[in-house]
């Protein structure tokens, strides 16, 4: 059987850029060799496309793959059957890709750009495709379709992010009408946890807003919900299937970008601690607005059980979901049955089946 080209993409002009790069440094590791020509492309910070020369892929996350001698500027054209383009010193070479594996978080990477791109040059490609990618990075589309759903979500409220300036008080006291301190505080098109604050007073949300404004010019105000949070991660394109649910406990005041790859305080449940009849509805509601929006291949979908009353409350869904060795995504599936290797096997063959 002929080996499929696989093209591994990793870095990226997005805050999550570190954390793309280490995501990928596991997915590098884990995919099979065998069945698989592999093509690692690095995008740095400032946009410029290198295929990686290396195999030493524990280089990414500290940012030294990019002084590899053997590197490549290289890009995937848009015109359809160009596939790869690397610029060498002999020439210009054009390799086909089978499948793409964008291994990016955040802006540009899972807010529908790059599959934008992978859909014009004909490539299939791993993940929700470009409607879909650009609702789910929008928290507050999100919010939009998960009404229309009939999905539980907490109380929120839209912020113009170039309305801070002339009208910061009259958005306090709005905020203020509707909601009890404290409230969270999100940019509604980042990933990680960029961006988000707790604000327990009126001072405290002046400084939320305006360093979630420098994010996005769209800024998300939330209830707080009193809750455990889960997280189940969800594959498939047709028929989707959700896995068994995980739990976060940050020890931390939330599960920030901190607690999340710098810190070592927070503690994952595999399952989680919550009954199996509530463990199944938080399954199915993930299933119900991964669908809704229609998404194909795979996402972590994200909710609050609350302490009181085991009320199920979706929180935000994520496309590209890290791929770390600590990420929940594929602990989450290893914990069903479906071990890191396997289940990028299964990505990808879901990427391809997507694109037909």
């Known amino acids: 059987m002929n080996k499929l080209n696989v093209c591994i993409l990793f870095g990226g002009i997005s805050p999550e850029h570190e954390v793309s790069l280490r ?52 890009m995937i054209s848009p015109v359809r059957g160009q596939g790869l383009i690397c610029f060498k010193q002999e020439g210009v070479v054009s390799t086909p890709v089978d499948v793409v594996f964008p291994v990016l978080h955040g802006e540009n990477g899972e807010d529908g750009a790059m599959q934008g791109l992978l859909q014009m040059a004909g490539i299939p490609y791993v993940g929700p495709h470009v409607a879909e990618s ?131 305080t927070s503690v994952a449940y595999i399952p989680a601690r919550i009954d199996e009849d509530v463990s199944e509805l938080v399954r199915e509601q993930a299933v119900k607005i991964y669908s809704a929006i229609g998404c194909k291949g ?17 929180n935000e869904i994520n496309t590209l979901p890290g791929f770390t060795s600590i990420s929940m995504y594929p602990k989450l599936f290893a914990a069903s049955g479906i071990p890191y290797d396997q289940l990028i096997d299964e990505l990808l063959q879901l990427a391809m089946e997507a694109f037909r």
């Not at 098109?189 to 010019?217: C, I, M, Y």
């Not at 795979?298 to 199920?312: A, C, I, K, P, Q």
Request: with cysteine.
């Open 23 to 74: 995501s990928a440094e596991s997915v590098l590791n884990n995919i099979s060799k065998e069945r698989y020509n592999i093509f690692p492309v690095g995008i740095t910070k400032e946009g410029q496309w290198y295929l990686f020369g290396g195999n030493d892929y524990s280089m990414l996350p500290n940012g030294s793959w990019l002084t590899h001698p053997d590197n490549c500027p290289a």
């Open 134 to 264: 650009a609702v789910s990075m929008d928290k507050t589309l999100t919010k939009l379709v998960a009404d229309s759903a009939g999905v539980s979500q907490a109380a929120w409220h839209l912020v113009r992010s170039e309305e801070l300036k002339g009208r910061m008080e009259s958005i306090l006291d709005a905020v203020e009408a509707k909601f009890a301190y404290p409230v969270f505080i999100k940019p509604a098109g980042t990933g990680s946890s960029v961006g988000v604050s707790k604000a327990a007073n009126r001072e405290q949300l002046r400084e939320a807003l305006l360093s979630a404004g420098s994010f996005d010019s769209k800024i998300l105000v939330e209830e707080f919900i009193h809750g455990r949070e889960i997280e189940v991660a969800v594959m498939g394109n047709d028929s989707p299937v959700a896995s068994v649910c995980g739990e976060i406990d940050s020890g931390a005041e939330f599960y920030d970008y901190e607690t999340k790859y710098v810190t070592d």
């Open 298 to 314: 795979l996402s972590r979908v994200d909710f609050f059980v609350t302490f009181e009353g085991n009320r199920v409350v979706f």
